[in-house]
């Protein structure tokens, strides 16, 4: 199934490596050089609605990658997904799900930039928080 107007189920020849069920492409705009995206080659709105096939040829596409760009554009990589339905559709936000492989280093342009600033970000657990939140698990 693809969706009008989703430029990732009309990806062409922006694909550089591909499976059965997914492929690899470039992201536009980047982060850094070397910020690929890996997804489903059926369009996929919500994490939970991938298969299980889909999924491990997604971890397939992304250990490829990562094992392709660490040693050569960073020391090492954050993969990352992310699920915003509350977000307008537009240049950084796209309804294909998709997985963020970008090459990190030491002190890189992420980090300078942003990161650095993450800490002020972060709070001890709280044991009453951690328990009324892993609740959610047991339901």
Not at 7 to 15: A, I, K, T
Not at 19 to 37: D, Q
Not at 109 to 134: G, H, N
Request: aromatic letters at 10%; glycine letters at 6%; proline letters at 6%.
């Amino acid at each position: 199934m693809t969706e009008t107007n989703c430029p990732f189920c009309d990806s062409g020849d922006r694909v550089l490596k591909e499976n059965e069920h997914a492929k690899v492409v470039l992201s536009n705009p980047r982060k850094v050089p070397g910020h690929f995206l890996v997804l489903p080659k059926r369009h996929v709105d919500q994490p939970w609605d991938l298969t299980k096939d889909e999924l491990g040829d997604i971890f397939d596409l992304i250990f490829f990658v990562e094992q392709k760009i660490i040693g050569k554009l960073g020391d090492g990589c954050d993969v990352r997904q992310n699920y915003r339905p509350f977000m307008q559709r537009g240049n950084l936000s796209v309804s294909h799900i998709h997985f963020h492989v970008i090459p990190r280093a030491l002190e890189d342009y992420i980090y300078q930039v942003s990161e650095k600033y993450d800490t002020e970000l972060f709070a001890d657990l709280d044991p009453l928080e951690a328990r009324e939140v892993a609740k959610l698990l047991q339901q």
